[in-house]
């Protein structure tokens, strides 16, 4: 158990609409990263948060956004849902910017 | 061409083989990820390496800076080490991660 927790494991939702994807850090870790792997394109980092500020910013669509709380959890906003936006999306951990990454198990987003 | 390679793409081996997966890139680092990703999906941490060489058990990583270079190793190879695994870098100049396309690892036993 890697101490990160992600909600909901699936989510089946139609194209056009707008979900939420939550994250909880491992205890301690100040960082939450959010990656997205589909199919064909593999893992593609989306955007870093670090204690609460935006620290990196990867491949992410403007139809998503993402926000980190003082609580330290994390939320994945993805609106406007198009069927290519169907992926496994991951959210992990870390204490500081280089320290080991600790996974979450994953939210599979199913857009119909 | 990608920022992060790895090599082979595919890999099937026997029980008992030394395994060797490598990752190039061309990016200046300050972090080096290997991770492993099994059949059911969930993603996990085996190393993080900046410079040298770490051991974990049978597995071991080590990273050379200078040839921007990276490779893990496995000693002892078993069934249960099938997965894939997927080498990551984060950027020094912008702090984005990069991953690699991921090695898919079969141990016949």
């Known amino acids: 158990d890697s101490g990160v927790t992600q909600t909901p494991k699936h989510l089946i939702t139609a194209t056009g609409q707008r979900v939420t994807l939550r994250c909880s850090p491992r205890?301690?870790?100040?960082?939450v990263y959010w990656y997205q792997q589909s199919l064909d394109q593999g893992l593609q980092f989306l955007i870093q948060?670090?204690?609460?500020?935006?620290?990196a910013k990867g491949n992410i669509l403007e139809r998503f956004s993402a926000q980190q709380f003082p609580d330290l959890h994390s939320e994945l906003n993805l609106s406007s849902l198009e069927l290519g936006d169907s992926a496994l999306y991951f959210c992990a951990s870390s204490v500081l910017n280089d320290s080991p990454l600790h996974f979450g198990n994953g939210t599979r987003l199913t857009v119909t | 061409k990608n920022e992060v390679e790895q090599s082979p793409q595919n890999l099937t081996a026997q029980e008992g083989e030394f395994i060797t997966i490598n990752c190039s890139y061309s990016v200046g680092i300050s972090a080096l990820h290997w991770l492993q990703q099994h059949p059911g999906g969930g993603i996990v941490s085996l190393f993080m390496l900046s410079s040298g060489k770490k051991k974990h058990g049978r597995l071991i990583a080590t990273i050379n800076i200078q040839e921007k270079h990276s490779s893990l190793h496995i000693t002892a190879s078993h069934p249960r080490d099938s997965a894939v695994y997927i080498c990551a870098v984060r950027s020094n100049r912008d702090d984005k991660i990069i991953f690699g396309k991921g090695t898919r690892l079969h141990i016949l036993p």
């Open positions: 205890s301690g870790d100040l960082s």
């Open positions: 948060y670090y204690n609460g500020e935006e620290r």
